[in-house]
C-alpha cells in the first residue's frame, strides 16, 4: 500500500512539472512571437509617412538656405575644372591644373614637400593684378639650384600671369604661361588658369568670396 503511494505521489509531481514545462515554452513561444513580429513588421513609422516628394522639398530647401549667398568658386580637382557660380547658376566654367600629388625631399632628407592642391572651403585673402612669384626654398631644390640669402634674388616676374587670387597658407588661383598643360594635375598645389578665364572669376570674386575644392 505504501508503495502505490509513493508511485502516485510521484506520478503527479512528474506531471505537474510537465505542465510546467509547457507553460514555460508556451509564455517563450509569445514572447519570441512578439519580437519576430516587431522585427518583420512592415507598417510604417508614423513620422515616415511623409511623401517622398515633400521630403525631397524639404531637402533641397535646407541646401539652399546652405548656398552662399553671391558669387563662389568651385573647383573639381579630379577633373581639373573650375566653376564661377553665383547661386545655383554656372556663370563661368573653366579647365584649370591642380596639385601633381608628387613629393620632393630635400637632399639629405631634412625637409620634404607635396605637391598636392589643398581640399575644403576656403576664403579669398588678396586680389593681385601683375602677380611677383617670390619663389620658395623648394624651387630652388627643385632646380639644383642654391637657395639665394636675399629676399630680391627669390622674386620672379610673369610665370603667375595677369591675376592672381590667393587663399592661404601660400596658396593661389592664379594665370599661367603653361596653357598647353591645363587639364593636367602638374602644379606645386596652386590652381593654374588661362588669363581669359581668370580674368572673368578675378572680376567677380572680393576679399571673403568663398572657395570650395574637392
Given amino acids: 500500500m505504501k508503495f502505490w503511494k509513493i508511485l502516485l505521489t510521484a506520478t503527479v509531481v512528474v506531471y505537474l512539472a510537465a505542465l510546467a514545462i509547457v507553460a514555460l515554452s508556451w509564455v517563450h513561444h509569445l514572447k519570441l512571437s512578439a519580437q519576430w513580429k516587431t522585427v518583420w513588421s512592415f507598417e510604417l513609422d508614423p513620422r515616415a509617412r511623409v511623401k517622398p516628394e515633400t521630403q525631397n522639398a524639404a531637402l533641397k530647401k535646407r541646401i539652399k538656405q546652405l548656398q552662399p549667398k553671391g558669387f563662389y568658386i568651385l573647383v573639381d580637382s579630379a577633373e581639373n575644372r573650375l566653376y564661377l557660380k553665383k547661386g545655383e547658376q554656372t556663370v563661368k566654367e573653366a579647365v584649370v591644373s591642380t596639385g601633381s600629388g608628387l613629393v ?32 620658395p ?20 616676374a610673369g610665370v603667375l600671369g595677369d591675376y592672381a587670387l590667393g587663399f592661404g597658407q601660400g596658396y593661389f588661383i592664379h594665370g599661367t604661361l603653361y596653357t598647353r598643360l591645363l587639364g593636367r594635375n602638374v602644379t606645386h598645389g596652386c590652381i593654374r588658369v588661362a588669363d581669359k578665364d581668370l580674368e572673368e572669376v578675378f572680376k567677380a570674386s572680393k576679399i571673403g568670396t568663398r572657395i570650395y575644392i574637392y
Fill in 104 to 135: 620632393l625631399v630635400e637632399p639629405g632628407g631634412k625637409r620634404s614637400w607635396v605637391f598636392d592642391t589643398p581640399k575644403g572651403e576656403f576664403f579669398v585673402k588678396s586680389k593681385i593684378q601683375n602677380p611677383y612669384w617670390v619663389k
Fill in 137 to 156: 626654398d623648394w624651387a630652388f631644390i627643385e632646380e639644383n639650384e642654391p637657395i639665394p640669402k636675399k629676399m630680391e634674388d627669390r622674386v620672379e
